[in-house]
């Protein structure tokens, strides 16, 4: 039997971000008819991940992969998703649980994110336009720095100003600081970038404080329901099938 791909996304108050990861899995559906594909949350939407593993094992299911819908290595990959299952475990589900990488970071993400990038007004070769690539943020370094290394990778050969990466928390620089440092660089122009997945709080604190910096900031929405996106969630979940000593190098 296929087991379910299980997508686990934060979760949020905002209304608009699971309507939006809800979009996503749509595609993702799209692209793999007849897949079982279900939605869960690690906390503030519903239903969440716990719920959904115990229920996929009361369908009779003996075996599922979750899929993180997450961009990087952070406190919630890290902590959150395990401690989910394990309390899965803990109320009786007998389900072996196999939980994928999360989706960034990735090559696909970057071209979502630059498509977001160029709707929103950024032209490619614009050589006064400065972009600010803006992620979250997070008490794990690495985590971010694995932002700021999508933005030198975006630098090389835009043909831009400049790209910096920005964090709405928990780590520096902010929005306003990463503007102007770009303005410092010779941009005239604004561009800021969205590494995020859904709309929420911390997309929107990152949209209010460039507008502060800038009202002629050009805004990219966040990746959403994109078809590559949705790609990397399917190719996470055959990856995830696959025991490591068996897969090619």
Do not use: C, K
Request: glycine letters at 8%; proline letters at 8%.
């Amino acid at each position: 039997m296929t087991p379910p791909l299980v997508a686990v996304a934060h979760g949020s108050r905002d209304p608009r971000s699971a309507a939006t990861v809800a979009e996503l899995l749509e595609v993702v559906r799209a692209l793999r008819p007849g897949l079982d594909v279900r939605l869960s949350f690690l906390d503030l939407s519903a239903p969440r991940l716990v719920d959904v593993l115990t229920a996929v094992a009361a369908e009779g299911h003996r075996r599922v992969v979750v899929v993180p819908l997450l961009l990087g290595r952070a406190y919630h990959a890290r902590v959150d998703v395990p401690g989910a299952v394990a309390e899965a475990t803990a109320r009786g589900a007998r389900l072996e649980v196999l939980v994928s990488d999360v989706l960034g970071p990735d090559p696909r993400l970057e071209s979502a994110a630059l498509r977001r990038l160029a709707m929103a007004g950024a032209e490619a070769g614009e050589q006064d336009l400065g972009v600010v690539l803006a992620g979250a943020g997070s008490s794990h370094p690495p985590a971010n720095a694995a932002v700021a290394a999508v933005a030198r990778r975006w630098e090389e050969g835009s043909g831009w100003a400049g790209v910096t990466a920005a964090f709405a928390a928990a780590t520096d620089p902010d929005v306003p600081a990463a503007i102007d440092r770009l303005r410092a660089r010779g941009a005239r122009r604004i561009a800021v970038g969205s590494w995020f997945l859904a709309p929420g709080l911390l997309p929107d604190r990152v949209r209010a404080r460039a507008l502060e910096a800038d009202p002629d900031v050009l805004l990219a929405d966040p990746l959403g329901p994109d078809p590559e996106v949705a790609e990397v969630v399917l190719q996470r979940y055959a990856a995830a099938r696959v025991p490591a000593q068996n897969r090619s190098a």
